[in-house]
């Protein structure tokens, strides 16, 4: 199985990326972890919908068919830690890959959005896109050390 996060925008600082690709390194063989950055559309003097039409077209070319897509959304499903473990150890028995789609500045078109097969968050604060990235990716493995009775996870 190969989780696949997409995220809209191409430069993160340096301490964001060092963290995503210390947590990058600790997934086993069987679960491959793949960062797609897309391009942000250049803000300037274009609608919303404009915007929203352009990062869709890139996202959607970024993730391969017969994937399963879950967009990181404010409003979507909370979850906690193990309520995670048990989605991923759910994608892992499904046999399909996963897209996990980080929004742009303004978010995702709303349409992309509805269309996902699953929203989730990751938390009630406002968080910047470089953060939400280690964030992400520090939970997914989290979820995978629960699921491997690996000693990372406390209680």
């Known amino acids: 199985m190969r989780l696949l996060i997409v995220a809209v925008g191409q430069r993160v600082p340096d301490w964001a990326q060092t963290a995503y690709d210390d947590y990058a390194k600790r997934f086993p063989p ?20 404009t915007l929203y039409a352009a990062e869709r077209e890139r996202i959607q070319a970024a993730i391969p068919r017969g994937t399963r897509v879950v967009v990181l959304d404010e409003r979507g499903t909370n979850l906690t830690t193990k309520a995670l473990a048990e989605r ?41 896109h470089a953060m939400v990235r280690v964030l992400l990716i520090e939970q997914l493995y989290r979820a995978w ?10 209680e």
């Open 30 to 49: 069987e679960l491959k972890v793949e960062l797609k950055a897309v391009k942000t559309e250049p803000r300037g003097s274009k609608t919303l919908e």
């Open 88 to 128: 991923l150890k759910g994608w892992q028995l499904s046999g399909d890959d996963v897209a996990l789609v980080i929004g742009g500045p303004d978010g995702l078109d709303p349409a992309f959005r509805q269309a996902a097969h699953e929203r989730i968050r990751l938390s009630d604060l406002t968080l910047p």
């Open 145 to 154: 050390s629960v699921n491997a009775g690996h000693p990372y996870h406390r």
